[in-house]
């Protein structure tokens, strides 16, 4: 048994071999020795893309704008400069997550193959109307109808037959929408208990993919992130993006308080687990469940 303290020592021990990771660059994620022998279907919940000519599942993936992207990865995203980072998220029972790094909107979406006109509709704001222009397992090319203009996006090929397992799916994303109103203490806690999902499921993801970076770019949180280990941000330099999540500030801090308040806790670190961005997924979801039995 170790604390989240302790653990962040030990975690940065075992991984000096790995690239770091920061507040909000993007960061190298070592992917654990894996059985080569071991079939796709036993080591991922993807589907490989590649071959496939379906639209729909082609759709059905984390779009990232292209240029946003790039721009992101050379800026480092350091020193805390805002700048766009848009996206689309589909899934294939009609939810979409509109910019999950940006100003997200969560909605609806159909589609007419034949025509291969995209429609999204949300809860709030306009409704989006595209024609796709150019479609594969990693590029997709969309026209909005309402000005015109092209927008060419990219992606990894990996389609989820699940889409409760992805990060970006809106019901792991209500905790970033605003509230009306003033939130009670219980209402702050599942927003807090939100947040503490979105980014284990983030984490999983990522290790999932097994890709070279790991990018906080863009998101929402009041968490430092390390090697393998995982802090809460001060007060002082609360992200606007975090303190938007709530009603007020006032709000904010007493969610951030909560988390605080847990992340001193006694958390079982697994030792045999090399990828720091599963042990970090681990510890976030036993601090899920302490926050829960509280």
Same mark, same amino acid.
């Given at each position: 048994?170790?604390?989240?303290?302790?653990?962040?020592?030990?975690?940065?021990?075992?991984?000096?071999?790995?690239?770091?990771?920061?507040?909000?660059?993007?960061?190298?994620?070592?992917?654990?020795?894996?059985?080569?022998?071991?079939?796709?279907?036993?080591?991922?919940?993807?589907?490989?893309?590649?071959?496939?000519?379906?639209?729909?599942?082609?759709?059905?993936?984390?779009?990232?704008?292209?240029?946003?992207?790039?721009?992101?990865a050379?800026?480092?995203?350091?020193? =805390?400069?805002?700048?766009? $980072?848009?996206?689309? &998220?589909f899934?294939?029972?009609?939810? %979409?997550? @509109?910019?999950?790094? +940006? *100003?997200?909107?969560?909605?609806?979406?159909?589609?007419?193959?034949?025509?291969?006109?995209?429609?999204?509709?949300?809860?709030? =704001?306009?409704?989006?109307? $595209?024609?796709?222009? &150019?479609?594969?397992?990693?590029?997709? %090319?969309? @026209?909005n109808?309402? +000005? *015109?203009t092209?927008?060419?996006?990219?992606?990894?090929?990996?389609?989820?037959?699940?889409?409760?397992?992805?990060?970006?799916?809106?019901?792991n994303?209500?905790?970033?929408?605003?509230?009306?109103?003033?939130?009670?203490?219980?209402?702050?806690?599942?927003?807090?208990?939100?947040?503490?999902?979105?980014?284990?499921?983030?984490?999983?993801?990522?290790?999932?993919?097994?890709?070279?970076?790991?990018s906080?770019?863009?998101?929402?949180?009041?968490?430092?992130w390390?090697?393998?280990?995982?802090?809460?941000?001060?007060?002082?330099?609360?992200?606007?993006?975090?303190?938007?999540?709530?009603?007020?500030?006032?709000?904010?801090?007493?969610?951030?308080?909560?988390?605080?308040?847990i992340?001193?806790?006694?958390?079982?670190?697994?030792?045999?687990?090399?990828?720091?961005?599963?042990?970090?997924?681990?510890?976030?979801?036993?601090?899920?469940d302490?926050?829960?039995?509280?």
């Amino acid at each position: 048994m170790y604390t989240l303290r302790k653990l962040t020592v030990l975690l940065l021990l075992v991984m000096l071999t790995n690239i770091g990771c920061s507040d909000n660059p993007p960061a190298s994620s070592a992917s654990a020795a894996a059985d080569t022998t071991r079939t796709q279907t036993e080591t991922s919940p993807f589907t490989d893309l590649t071959q496939t000519t379906d639209l729909r599942k082609l759709l059905c993936q984390n779009w990232e704008h292209q240029e946003d992207a790039e721009d992101a990865a050379a800026s480092g995203g350091e020193g =805390g400069i805002e700048q766009p $980072y848009r996206g689309m &998220a589909f899934f294939v029972n009609g939810k %979409v997550t @509109q910019n999950p790094r +940006d *100003k997200i909107r969560l909605g609806k979406w159909t589609f007419d193959e034949e025509k291969k006109l995209v429609h999204l509709e949300f809860s709030t =704001g306009p409704a989006l109307h $595209y024609k796709i222009g &150019a479609i594969g397992p990693r590029e997709l %090319v969309l @026209q909005n109808l309402n +000005d *015109k203009t092209k927008t060419t996006y990219r992606a990894d090929g990996k389609f989820s037959p699940d889409p409760i397992i992805n990060p970006f799916y809106p019901a792991n994303n209500e905790w970033r929408i605003k509230p009306l109103r003033k939130e009670s203490a219980d209402e702050l806690k599942t927003r807090s208990l939100g947040a503490l999902d979105f980014y284990a499921k983030f984490l999983t993801d990522n290790a999932a993919r097994e890709g070279n970076l790991v990018s906080f770019v863009g998101f929402p949180g009041c968490f430092k992130w390390y090697n393998g280990g995982i802090s809460i941000s001060s007060e002082s330099k609360l992200g606007e993006k975090w303190i938007n999540c709530f009603y007020n500030k006032e709000q904010a801090l007493a969610a951030r308080q909560m988390l605080e308040d847990i992340i001193s806790k006694k958390y079982k670190w697994n030792k045999k687990e090399t990828n720091w961005v599963k042990q970090s997924a681990d510890i976030l979801r036993q601090m899920k469940d302490t926050l829960q039995r509280l």
